[in-house]
């Protein structure tokens, strides 16, 4: 072999060396910082994506879950509102309803006049109520004549009681007016043509320790002290701060004969 051949070998064997020399994994190109970077933003990316995504799939999962539940509210809520109405249309008619009222009262107040309400109190055409005194009066023990009580014993008391100031008398509630009658009927008193029997309730309105005095003092009086310290009949006698008597019965109070005369006062 020559020289140059020698020569020729070496080389090829030291470039087949020099090639062989490092391992294959090292001419693998490498990912410089820039597309490191760039390939962890990507996944990033992808991953906040992912995760967005699973949230608008739960929130709409939750969102038909409770659609139910929100529409049994919004018709609770309805009713709600329409109940209220209905309350705040029945306030206001009651409150239209009173202002009607108060103007009613307003005119009538306008129209009152005291004298023609004295007078429908002192003939019995309304009720009345105020201080007075209240007499109980019952029949002795049975068998006892003396101790019964009579229309005349009625009448006798109530005509003391207006002597002695009464502004209204009732007896067992019938008022007495103008027009009234107290009468026996059989066994039994009549006062206002209706039945009433012991024991006998006598109301009379007005100064009560006034009538007291005055009672006592007059011939009516006198006599039913008679009649229960003879008799045994039972005569109480109670002041009160409040009473009240009824109006007479229509019937008792309408004239049938009597005009007024015009032009009299």
């Keep these: 072999m020559s020289e140059h051949d020698t020569q020729t070998q070496a080389e090829g064997l030291l470039e087949k060396i020099a090639d062989t020399a490092l391992d294959d994994d090292y001419y693998v190109v490498r990912a410089g910082p820039h597309e490191q970077a760039r390939e962890f933003n990507t996944v990033l990316t992808a991953l906040v994506l992912a995760v967005f995504a699973l949230l608008i799939v739960m929130a709409a999962q939750q969102t038909r879950s409770d659609r139910p539940a929100t529409e049994r509210e919004r018709k609770t809520l309805i009713s709600d509102v329409a109940a209220r109405k209905k309350v705040l249309a029945g306030r206001e008619a009651s409150a239209a309803r009173l202002r009607a009222e108060v103007t009613d009262l307003s005119a009538s107040v306008n ?11 002192l003939t019995a055409d309304q009720g009345a ?23 005349s014993d009625m009448h006798l008391l109530v005509n003391g009681l207006w002597y002695a100031g009464a502004e209204a008398v009732s007896i067992n509630g019938q008022r007495i007016g103008t027009l009234t009658a107290i009468r026996s009927a059989g066994s039994a008193i009549t006062v206002n043509f209706t039945s009433i029997g012991p024991p006998y309730t006598v109301v ?6 006034t009538m007291q005095t005055r009672f006592v003092d007059n011939p009516a009086g006198r006599y039913w002290a008679s009649r229960k310290k003879d008799s045994g009949v039972r005569f109480d006698v109670t002041p009160s701060t409040e009473l009240r ?8 109070l309408t004239l049938r ?9």
């Design 111 to 121: 129209r009152f006049d005291p004298n023609a309400e004295s007078l429908r109190v």
């Design 129 to 151: 109520s105020g201080p007075g005194i209240k007499v109980t009066v019952s029949p002795s023990s049975p068998g006892n004549d003396d101790g019964l009580i009579t229309d």
């Design 204 to 209: 009379a309105l007005g100064d009560s320790e």
């Design 245 to 252: 008597v009824a109006a007479a019965p229509r019937a008792r």
């Design 257 to 265: 004969h009597a005009r007024a005369i015009k032009g009299e006062s």
